[in-house]
């Protein structure tokens, strides 16, 4: 096992990580931006070293100063977190030639999910369902028309080496595909480097549904159920939960043990998450996150286990603590990511945390970094906490997340509490009737109607 473990990240996850580790016996070492010299996650590890200026490019972004600074510790291993540099092979790589761990998967299984078309095909030889589609990147607008008419309208567009969004585009019709593509390249070109895009069938109101899985390098892969990531806003993920509302024990022990396999036969190793479309009793594969999800804490909830615990007993070259049968899942768990913003117009709300107090009690759990004098900086992402509840059901977790939302206070700035709670007054939730465009949708409704959150 690793004496010294370097978190190569900030916030709520280097926190998370360093917890983890401490639990093992194992020291810690944070690197920070001059902005973030007074975070928590510095204050309590045992070892800090400054690796640039606040920007993430000249500091979290920055190997050759992460590099120097395990090797001025004597760092054994690092751990990525989520974000960052979290899913970059080339890192990997480079850390691994300095005779140091990483902490996460190898980087050509990084850089095989990097990449959506080969993620795609690799997934679809292993056994996973994946969404009717181009086989690849389209080179000619010809031959894609022909393409696109054969998988039937809506078609859409999307980046082959990104996510979050961005380079991807819906065509409605025939008459708009062309323009959908060149503004999914152009955006694909700005965002990632790379303006290759392909095409897949358009889904109306799937769900988001992920399944996480563990793999060691002793040839034993589990899966520890699924999480619904329905509610997005521009893609992007507001509140997840496990297990979801849309699925029942045999189709929750399908996709489970479908996608195990799948990662077992490529021969994978630590934690990952494989992410489908849900619809009409059908899954297609979106892709596969090659890290820790912010959202983890819900699988922790109801499984009992420890993510980057496993993921660093398997870094060590230990075996999983557990096989498929010893996993069980108990109860309902929901995350709220808790932001910095506006939670009328969702603009980031930067600046000094005045006030802060953290709900407490039976089956709740607060993954933040803050503290009552606390400066949040502007430059990173603004993401400030997740409030995390578990019950013996989903009805109980409801009502004990909107007693923890109560609780909770974050003065000085603004956040996204208010948003969920008014959704603990929406039926639509409540019921857990809802897929991915339904919050958006909800939304919109809401400003039309002048409605604030």
Same mark, same amino acid.
């Given at each position: ?25 194992i ?24 690796? $640039? *200026? ?15 600074a ?29 005779g140091i ?5 190898? *980087?050509?299984?990084?850089r ?41 309208? *809506? ?27 060149q ?16 095409l897949e ?14 793999a060691?390098?002793?040839?034993? #892969? ?6 619904d #990531? ?15 509302p ?11 043990a ?6 077992a ?14 619809e ?16 983890? *804490? ?5 499984? $009992? ?5 496993e ?24 995350? #709220? ?25 039976? $089956? ?67 019921? $857990? ?21």
């Amino acid at each position: 096992m690793f004496d010294k473990v370097l978190i190569a990240n900030r916030g709520e996850i280097a926190l998370r990580v360093h917890r983890a580790c401490k639990e093992m016996g194992i020291q810690t070492v944070a690197i920070h931006s001059e902005a973030d010299a007074d975070a928590m996650h510095v204050r309590l590890a045992d070892e800090s070293v400054c690796v $640039g *200026p606040p920007p993430a490019g000249k500091s979290y972004l920055n190997i050759p100063q992460i590099i120097a600074a395990c090797e001025i510790t004597g760092a054994q291993a690092v751990h990525p977190g989520y974000g960052f540099l979290s899913e970059n092979a080339r890192f990997a790589e480079i850390v691994e030639a300095h005779g140091i761990t990483f902490i996460g998967p190898t *980087p050509d299984h990084i850089r095989m999910m990097g990449d959506k078309i080969t993620a795609k095909q690799a997934v679809k030889d292993a056994g996973i369902p994946v969404v009717p589609g181009s086989e690849g990147a389209i080179s000619d607008i010809d031959e894609a028309e022909k393409i696109a008419a054969g998988i039937g309208y *809506p078609v859409l567009i999307k980046a082959a080496a990104g996510g979050g969004g961005r380079g991807m585009k819906v065509a409605e019709n025939a008459k708009l595909f062309r323009s959908a593509v060149q503004t999914a390249s152009s955006e694909a070109s700005a965002a990632f480097g790379d303006g290759s895009v392909y095409l897949e069938k358009y889904l109306g109101k799937p769900r988001h549904i992920e399944i996480q899985i563990m793999a060691d390098t002793h040839g034993n #892969c589990v899966h520890l159920g699924e999480r619904d #990531c329905s509610l997005q806003r521009r893609h992007q993920k507001v509140l997840e939960e496990a297990t979801s509302p849309a699925l029942d024990a045999k189709a929750r022990a399908e996709i489970g043990a479908i996608t195990r396999d799948a990662v077992a036969a490529i021969g994978y190793r630590g934690v990952g998450t494989v992410e489908y479309l849900y619809e009409n009793g059908e899954f297609y594969f979106i892709e596969m996150n090659t890290r820790l999800q912010v959202e983890h *804490p819900v699988t922790e909830a109801i499984t $009992g286990l420890d993510l980057v615990r496993e993921q660093i007993l398997v870094a060590a070259g230990e075996k999983l603590s557990m096989t498929q049968d010893d996993i069980v899942f108990n109860g309902h768990s929901i995350e #709220c990511r808790i932001n910095a913003e506006d939670p009328a117009t969702f603009a980031p709300s930067p600046g000094k945390v005045t006030e802060f107090h953290a709900p407490g009690g039976l $089956g709740v759990r607060l993954d933040s970094a803050l503290y009552a004098g606390y400066s949040i900086p502007p430059y990173y992402d603004s993401l400030i906490g997740k409030l995390i509840v578990h019950g013996r059901d989903r009805p109980e977790a409801l009502l004990r997340l909107k007693r923890a939302l109560n609780e909770l206070v974050v003065g000085g700035v603004k956040t996204t509490k208010p948003l969920f709670l008014d959704l603990l007054e929406e039926p639509a939730f409540v019921s $857990g009737d809802y897929h991915i465009r339904w919050l958006e949708s909800w939304l919109a409704e809401r400003k039309a109607a002048g409605e604030t959150a």
